[in-house]
T-cell receptor, first 115, second 116 residues
Framework: DGGITQSPKYLFRKEGQNVTLSCEQNLNHDAMYWYRQDPGQGLRLIYYSQIVNDFQKGDIAEGYSVSREKKESFPLTVTSAQKNPTAFYLC??????????????FGQGTRLTVV | AQSVSQHNHHVILSEAASLELGCNYSYGGTVNLFWYVQYPGQHLQLLLKYFSGDPLVKGIKGFEAEFIKSKFSFNLRKPSVQWSDTAEYFCAVSPLYGGATNKLIFGTGTLLAVQP
């Protein structure tokens, strides 16, 4: 089955700890994205990557970091600098980041709770 | 900055009622337009999309949307809703910058509850 896999589905962490969310895709897509979903705020872009070894900050990148060492993987680290880390995190991918086909495919999401 | 506005945050309808969810965006250039749906406990799914051509697009499950360029709008419609349409609906816009990275900009979402 082609798709995007996010793991884990639920994650609990203590305040002050860094945590890494996994995102893997087997769609052979070049572009990958991380969004954060909060009630009443829709989806906000954290980071995106057009191609391997390249990524750019989105609208709310502070307190987050990413890497793109492999085409199929785009892990997101929520650092202790993120002031409100408790949220639902969605990973997405699209064929590439510059063509006119910008349809994004989404993973199931990871719900992070920081206590 | 580009933005997407969804006018209704919560909508409650009875089964068989007609649905129209508003979506407006702020960007003067070429755009791709999307409606995504998130059913309870499920991942975000594409409902329909507009890239070019006929401004009236049909999606899955009887949904359709009309792109009105002069109004910067892409409203979602369904003539007769079902209880199974209960979900959160997101409008999204991808401004096309001609070579720069294309990004999806989402609205805040509309929670639709259909009462049996």
């Amino acid at each position: 089955d082609g798709g995007i896999t996010q793991s884990p589905k639920y994650l609990f962490r203590k305040e002050g700890q860094n945590v890494t969310l996994s995102c893997e895709q087997n769609l052979n897509h070049d572009a990958m994205y991380w969004y954060r979903q909060d009630p009443g705020q829709g989806l906000r872009l954290i980071y995106y990557s057009q191609i391997v070894n390249d990524f750019q900050k989105g609208d709310i990148a502070e307190g987050y970091s990413v890497s793109r060492e492999k085409k199929e993987s785009f892990p997101l680290t929520v650092t202790s600098a993120q002031k409100n880390p408790t949220a639902f995190y969605l990973c997405a991918s699209s064929i590439d980041g510059v063509s006119s086909d910008t349809e994004a495919f989404f993973g199931q999401g990871t719900r992070l709770t920081v206590v | 900055a580009q933005s997407v506005s969804q006018h209704n945050h919560h909508v409650i309808l009875s089964e068989a009622a007609s649905l129209e969810l508003g979506c407006n965006y702020s960007y003067g250039g070429t755009v791709n337009l999307f409606w995504y749906v998130q059913y309870p406990g499920q991942h975000l799914q594409l409902l329909l999309k507009y890239f070019s051509g006929d401004p009236l697009v049909k999606g899955i499950k009887g949904f359709e949307a009309e792109f009105i360029k002069s109004k910067f709008s892409f409203n979602l419609r369904k003539p007769s809703v079902q209880w199974s349409d209960t979900a959160e609906y997101f409008c999204a816009v991808s401004p096309l910058y001609g070579g720069a990275t294309n990004k999806l900009i989402f609205g805040t979402g509309t929670l639709l509850a259909v009462q049996p």
